[in-house]
Nanobody
């Protein structure tokens, strides 16, 4: 199993970024996917989740209405569209999947919101 995130970067407050999570080594369309984030000195937190079909999504209260999780099962890729970014969204963002009772993580992509 391999999970690779991309799309992070430096953005001004109010800006947008789209993160991608490319997965391989398992039947992507059979598993839910998650995005977590971890800011310096803080615990890793769940940001958003999406079901295997994409028909069900859940969000942390802190990002509801601003972030959108989606997936393209034909491309084995999940996405996190982040709009109206705030300083407090600065963190390393990680894609995650539970596959056959094993928890897999990508290497993370850094998102920095700064003026």
């Amino acid at each position: 199993v391999q999970i690779v995130e991309s799309g992070g970067g430096l953005v001004q407050p109010g800006g947008s970024l789209r993160l991608s999570c490319a997965a391989s080594g398992f039947t992507f369309s059979s598993y839910g996917m998650n995005w977590f984030r971890q800011a310096p000195g803080k615990a890793r937190e769940l940001v958003a989740s999406i079901s295997s079909s994409g028909g069900s999504t859940n969000y942390a209260d802190s990002v509801k209405g601003r972030f959108t999780i989606s997936r393209d099962n034909s491309k084995n890729t999940a996405f996190l569209q982040m709009n109206s970014l705030k300083f407090e969204d600065t963190a390393a963002y990680y894609c995650n999947a539970w596959v056959r009772l094993v928890n897999y993580w990508g290497q993370g992509t850094q998102v920095t919101v700064s003026s």
